[in-house]
């Protein structure tokens, strides 16, 4: 599970997202983003894009209303080819990356921020719709778990699914046998710090 997120980028981060996307991933400070919350993420057409949108996929089908019963912030890897919710962002393009300064969990009930130690950016992999409403389009995103590395088993059972900048093309345009690959494969052990947070 992955219920909280936060996007508060040093300037090192900034440079980092500006030289891997070209792109200016500038917005307020976001110290912690829940579920339902709006949520950056970047998308690839012709060009890397900066969207925001709600952090629970709408599904198929569903309005805004309805969608508000079902918790879809998170998608599992292992069911995402199946699931009614997620499969058909999954398969027809609507791979995203979720750039983070951190998560949180809670082990223990003692709440961690988990980041890199080298003051660079996490890229989560994540999914988005849009839907047309009335009031114009509306964006959303989920973004895709995986089991943890090994050091991070007694954290938690679960973790964003993170990836490295050479895996970025598997994702976003790969097969989704490449796409899930990458999942559990492109991020390994030791690249992460676990602290106290407030």
Known sequence: ???????????RMHQTLRDT?????ASPDQPEI????????????????????????IPPGLD?????????FNARIETIERSKVFKDAFKAGGRCVVPLSAFFEWPNKSKVRIARPDD??????????QRDTPDGPLLSCT????PPTEDLAE???RMPALLLTRDLDAWLRGSTSDAKAVTTG?????????????
């Open 34 to 57: 829940k579920p339902t919350q709006a949520a950056p993420f970047l998308t690839l057409d012709e060009a890397w894009t900066v969207r925001s949108g709600r952090w629970g996929l």
């Open 155 to 157: 954290v938690h059972d």
């Open 186 to 198: 492109s991020w390994r052990p030791g690249l992460l710090t676990v602290t106290p947070a407030n």
């Open 120 to 129: 660079r950016p996490l890229l989560a992999l994540g999914l988005w719709g």
């Open 1 to 11: 599970m992955c219920g909280r997120i936060e996007f508060t980028l040093s300037e």
């Open 64 to 72: 805004l209303q309805a969608a508000k019963k079902y918790a879809t």
């Open 21 to 25: 996307f070209q792109i200016d991933a």
């Open 143 to 146: 973004i895709i778990t995986r």
